[in-house]
Nanobody, 122 residues
Framework: QVQLVESGGGLVQAGGSLRLSCAASGRTLSIYTWGWFRQAPGKEREFVASISWNGGTTNYADSVKGRFTISRDAAKNTLSLQMDSLKPEDTAVYYC???????????????WGQGTQVTVSS
């Protein structure tokens, strides 16, 4: 099992920045891909970004490309999402996720955090 705990959400004005963190514990060596998803009110959960276990491969949703940066500190077992140039449409609950396969889109993640709220005001 892998446990994921997010932190860093909050309220920010449009154009501002936030940094989300995710602390991982448990059998983290079994994870191939780490990532972030989000779910806005009334919408389905959607993929935001992912990073491979060695940091060699990153993927981003088109809606956040160029504004968000995913990173991982393997020594500290933490995952981060730096969010810049935030827009009101980025408002959502953000979830940390982890999976044993190379894609968190093709195969849904096996592990999820509890989520952290990000609200961007206009």
């Amino acid at each position: 099992q892998v446990q994921l705990v997010e932190s860093g959400g909050g309220l920010v004005q449009a154009g501002g920045s936030l940094r989300l963190s995710c602390a991982a514990s448990g059998r983290t060596l079994s994870i191939y891909t780490w990532g972030w998803f989000r779910q806005a009110p009334g919408k389905e959960r959607e993929f935001v970004a992912s990073i491979s276990w060695n940091g060699g491969t990153t993927n981003y949703a088109d809606s956040v490309k160029g504004r968000f940066t995913i990173s991982r500190d393997a020594a500290k077992n933490t995952l981060s999402l730096q969010m810049d140039s935030l827009k009101p449409e980025d408002t959502a609950v953000y979830y940390c996720a982890a999976g044993r396969g190379p894609s968190l889109v093709a195969v849904p993640p096996q592990y999820w955090g509890q989520g952290t709220q990000v609200t961007v005001s206009s």
